[in-house]
């Protein structure tokens, strides 16, 4: 059971270059989450999935998409990468949503 | 206006001693959840505590207590007995509805 798992987990980029981050869980957990996290920010929500199939926007989308097209993997992608998308990106995961929130070991990147 | 409040950036407490993180939120709704994170340097979150709007006793694990006051709307981290390995940046979190609103830390230092 290896919980919540990121790839990758460092990553440096030039500006407009475009990649993905992968999320997987193997708890079964029906929601999804992707946050984002700066210094003195605490982390803030970029987008989650309720659920298969599902995604919604959270409190900063801007610049990022997501998929969902398997329970266990949540997609956030970046098409045009910027340097203020430099940041440190943790993915979450919840049996439902009163529950608490497992979270993987971060991805670091760096848009330069 | 910030759904949660953390208003000390950094503490300090010697080792063995209790220490208090505040946290204050702001919400209308009735039915809510509060969380407590622990985030040490290697940078993953770890969960630590839930307290739900209509639990009637303080949410207890282990060295980690929450000393919720409903009327005051603060939901503060009491850590008993504080050890080295209690250093760390601690997060109150609230879940209004589905995702989670996360306040911005406060760094704690365990002094041997």
């Known amino acids: 059971n290896a919980g919540v798992t990121q790839t990758p987990k460092f990553r440096v980029l030039k500006t407009g270059q475009s990649m993905t981050l992968l999320c997987a869980q193997d708890m079964n957990h029906e929601y999804m989450y992707w946050y984002r996290q700066d210094p003195g920010m605490g982390l803030r929500l970029i987008h989650y999935?309720?659920?298969?199939?599902?995604?919604a926007k959270g409190e900063v989308p801007d610049g990022y998409n997501v998929s969902r097209l398997k329970k266990q993997n949540f997609l956030l992608g970046l098409e045009s990468a910027a340097p203020s998308q430099t940041s440190v990106y943790f993915c979450a995961s919840s049996y439902q949503s009163p529950d608490t929130q497992y979270f993987g070991p971060g991805t670091r990147l760096t848009v330069l | 206006a910030q759904k949660i409040t953390q208003t000390q950036p950094g503490m300090f407490v010697q080792e063995k001693e209790a220490v208090t993180l505040d946290c204050t939120y702001d919400?209308?709704?009735?039915?809510?959840?509060l969380f407590w994170y622990k985030q040490p340097s290697s940078g993953e979150m770890i969960f630590l505590i839930y307290q739900g709007s209509y639990d009637e006793q303080n949410a207890t694990e282990g060295r980690y207590s929450l000393n919720f006051q409903k009327a005051r709307k603060s939901a503060n981290l009491v850590i008993s007995a504080s050890q080295l390995g209690d250093s760390a940046m601690y997060f109150c979190a609230m879940r209004e509805g589905l995702p989670l609103v996360f306040g911005k830390g406060t760094r704690l230092s365990v002094i041997a």
């Open positions: 919400t209308s709704d009735q039915s809510y959840g």
């Open positions: 999935s309720v659920g298969e199939g599902t995604t």
